[in-house]
């Protein structure tokens, strides 16, 4: 407290308002909403046995935790290694990191054309096609 009496007796000087995460979650979603995030999304849960499916907009989804997880998948596309990441992140083991990974397309894209150097393009049906110059067929 001493410190924070030191630098506010001054009264130009003023601390930022810290918020909740919940408040925060709250500002995110409307910023979502804002943005035009408002395709229907399904997600599914079990109850029991029982399988219950529901549908929200995007915006709604939107969170501080989602934000984290995109960071770890952005950074990764961009080439971070993981064990930077997991530092910047405050993970501990890979285990639990694991699983705010996101391999996407445009990452097994990049790594096939980075380590066979062909040039590979994704159908409409998601099938892919090589496009280098001496395709092989197996």
Known sequence: MEIIDR??????????HVITN????????ELGEAAG????????????SKKVTTKT???N???????????????LEKG???????EMTGHKNYATFKRYIKITNKMKKEEM????GKKIVELPNKQSLNLSPNPTFC
């Open 7 to 16: 630098h506010t007796s001054n009264s130009n000087i003023h601390l930022p």
């Open 22 to 29: 919940q408040k925060m979650n709250e500002y995110l979603k």
């Open 37 to 48: 995030f408002d395709d229907l999304v399904e997600q599914h849960r079990y109850s029991g």
């Open 57 to 59: 907009e995007k915006y």
């Open 61 to 75: 989804l939107i969170t501080t935790h989602t934000a984290r997880r995109t960071f770890v998948t952005l950074a």
């Open 80 to 86: 971070f290694r993981p064990e930077v990441v997991m």
């Open 113 to 116: 054309n980075r380590l066979w």
